[in-house]
């Protein structure tokens, strides 16, 4: 067997500037390379990021690939897989992580099938096994109702990806010094196979979903538009945006790229409060990550009730303007 050593992040750089969820990654990254004794490296792909290099080492990664001149967001994706296929032949890394986002649920299983690598998605902790020095992979299964905890011994390397805010984003330290490593790929162009056609770009005002702390999430039982302007006003008082559940997109109430769920966002934000949601488990699939649950339903049976941390039992119509009034009280 190949001798894979160190960890590998598949990083991605937006408008210049290291992601949320890839220095997530290297906080990650850093822990489980200081605890084998072994290099932390990534991998960056885009226009002009030799800033986002520099940037880089400060969070924390010992050695930066990068692979300038081709724009990460127009990167078909066997580009993007030749290009981390070939950075992988030089770094050899025995762990490879990516953010479960678009890259990372697209690439990842590509990258495993092709190298006959382990993999384990969607994990939300990794970390080594002090005596036999195995990767732990733990993920959430059975809809979130439970934590699995996966090795992969005989297998190398292990590709991983990690659930957004799983870890604290790494906090810059510009002492920090490492080596940045320009790399030319010249890629067989016989290999894409899909091209870009048009790019059209959802505005997203105010807080991402996938970063957001605090999240006042609508289902089927506020029955229309109109209703998502209470739970807009708390969200705002509360610092936090809006998520919904499959009713309100298909029914055109809400736009479907605030689904949360199996199908939609998968969110780990410290409050979600989910009002007029049942509870179904492909819902809860995208929401079981949060750190406490607020349920306002007016069926007391409802499922969402056996998740939530809170619960209060009636019309959301008349259950939160009372509690936007006392959160407005407290911030005063
Ligand atoms: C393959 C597959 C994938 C799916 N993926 C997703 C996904 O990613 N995300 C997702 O959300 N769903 C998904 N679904 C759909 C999912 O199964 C449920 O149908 C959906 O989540 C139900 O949404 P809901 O709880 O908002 O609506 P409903 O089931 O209509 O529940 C509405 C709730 O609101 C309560 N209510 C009604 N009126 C009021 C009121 N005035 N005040 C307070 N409470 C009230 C009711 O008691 C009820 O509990 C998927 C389904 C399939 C088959």
Do not use: H
């Given at each position: 067997m190949a001798e894979y050593k160190g960890i590998l992040i598949c990083g991605e750089v937006r408008e210049g500037k290291i992601t949320t969820i890839t220095r997530e990654l290297i906080t990650t990254g850093r822990k489980l390379s200081d605890d084998l004794n072994q290099r932390l490296s990534i991998l960056l792909i885009g226009e002009n990021i030799q800033?986002?290099?520099?940037?880089?080492?400060?969070?924390?990664?010992?050695?930066?690939?990068?692979?300038?001149?081709?724009?990460?967001?127009?990167s078909p994706p066997e580009q993007y897989l030749a290009l981390v296929s070939n950075i992988f032949q030089k770094a050899a890394p025995s762990i490879v992580l990516f953010g479960q986002a678009d890259m990372g649920r697209d690439i990842a299983p590509r990258l495993a099938a092709r190298l006959g690598a382990s993999i384990c998605m969607d994990c939300v902790e990794l970390a080594i096994d002090?005596?036999?020095?195995?990767?732990?992979?733990?993920?959430?299964?059975?809809?979130?109702?439970?934590?699995?905890?996966?090795?992969?011994?005989?297998?190398?390397?292990?590709i991983v990806t990690m659930r957004p805010r799983a870890a604290a984003p790494a906090e810059p330290d510009p002492s920090r010094e490492g080596e940045i490593l320009p790399v030319a790929v010249k890629i067989d162009e016989s290999v894409i196979?899909?091209?870009?056609i048009e790019t059209v770009k959802e505005e997203v005002k105010?807080?991402?979903?996938?970063?957001?702390?605090?999240?006042?999430?609508?289902?089927?039982?506020?029955?229309?538009?109109?209703?998502?302007?209470?739970?807009?006003?708390?969200?705002?008082?509360?610092?936090?945006?809006?998520g919904i559940t499959r009713v309100?997109?298909?029914?055109?109430?809400?736009?479907?790229?605030?689904?949360?769920?199996?199908?939609g966002h998968v969110v780990n934000p410290d409050l979600y409060v989910a009002v007029g949601i049942s509870g179904a488990p492909q819902h809860l699939a995208g929401c079981s990550g949060s750190k406490c649950l607020v349920a306002i339903n007016k069926n007391p049976e409802a499922h969402i009730f056996e998740e939530a941390d809170f619960g209060i039992v009636g019309d959301y119509r008349e259950a939160l303007p009372p509690l936007i009034e006392k959160c407005k009280a407290l911030k005063k």
């Open positions: 800033e986002a290099a520099k940037e880089a080492v400060f969070f924390g990664v010992d050695v930066v690939y990068t692979v300038d001149d081709i724009p990460f967001a127009e002090p005596e036999t020095r195995s990767l732990l992979q733990s993920k959430p299964v059975y809809g979130g109702n439970a934590v699995a905890v996966w090795a992969s011994d005989d297998v190398q390397p292990q196979k899909s091209i870009l105010g807080i991402r979903l996938d970063e957001a702390k605090v999240i006042v999430a609508g289902g089927g039982g506020i029955d229309g538009k109109e209703g998502f302007e209470l739970l807009k006003e708390l969200a705002q008082i509360l610092g936090g945006t809006i309100p997109c298909d029914e055109g109430w809400m736009p479907a790229g605030l689904e949360i769920g199996q199908t």
